[in-house]
């Protein structure tokens, strides 16, 4: 995967984000609270993380979206020392799955009929509105379609390969009520032993949310 500095002036501490399918840095246009360097993982077209970038942080706060969720937890599991606080995003330690996720016919037929115009209609559906489109369009990524693809079947491939469940120490999950990627309903069935946060109005991506979430909205960032 690739790891990029979004902000990196020596600081104690650390946000570490684990973005979703089809995402860069262009997307994350914030800076974090005073004290935190803040750090991008994307395109999981391979699982390679270096382990140094977290060295000089006593400690971490981790925000994981999407199937950066599950992939947060595959990466991170063994390296929880000084994670202060993680939150959950519209994902699931259950990304492929009928009732706990993206529904498996979705997940696939998004692979198998993968094109620009229905990668448009996708962008469509997450952003949930005209407007939500126009705004992520405004910050789109900088991915050609052949590494969206490509992310997304190695995705499918880790995800169907490793059935097995993962245990995570979150903190909370924050779930969109308007969410039509991780329905839901699924996000709250998955979630049941996690506290849960559900937010009207919330698509699967909404800017001013990350952007609260990056620059530290303390509500946000709450462990009750």
């Not at 382990?51 to 595959?74: D, M």
Request: net charge negative.
């Amino acid at each position: 995967m690739k790891q990029i500095f979004l902000h990196r002036t020596g600081q104690p501490r650390l946000l570490l984000l684990f973005a979703g399918w089809g995402a860069d840095e262009h997307l994350f246009p914030y800076t974090p609270p005073a004290g935190y360097d803040f750090l991008l993982c994307y395109d999981y077209t391979d699982e390679a993380f270096d382990y140094s970038l977290l060295e000089p942080y006593t400690e971490i706060r981790l925000l994981a979206w999407s199937l950066g969720v599950w992939t947060a937890a595959r990466t991170l599991s063994g390296h929880t020392d000084r994670l202060t606080q993680c939150l959950a995003l519209n994902g699931t330690m259950h990304p492929i799955d009928d009732t706990r996720g993206i529904p498996s016919a979705i997940f696939e037929g998004t692979l198998i009929r993968f094109t620009k115009q229905n990668l448009y209609k996708f962008r469509r559906r997450m952003c949930g509105t005209a407007e939500g489109l126009t705004t992520f369009m405004d910050h789109c990524p900088q991915r050609t379609p052949e590494s969206l693809r490509a992310e997304l079947a190695a995705l499918h491939h880790r995800i169907l390969s490793h059935p097995e469940p993962l245990s995570f120490p979150w903190d909370r999950a924050l779930i969109g009520a308007q969410d039509l990627i991780f329905p839901t309903a699924n996000q709250q069935n998955a979630w049941s032993d996690v506290p849960q946060l559900v937010l009207p109005g919330v698509a699967h991506y909404d800017k001013r949310l990350f952007a609260g979430l990056i620059e530290g909205k303390e509500e946000l960032w709450t462990n009750r």
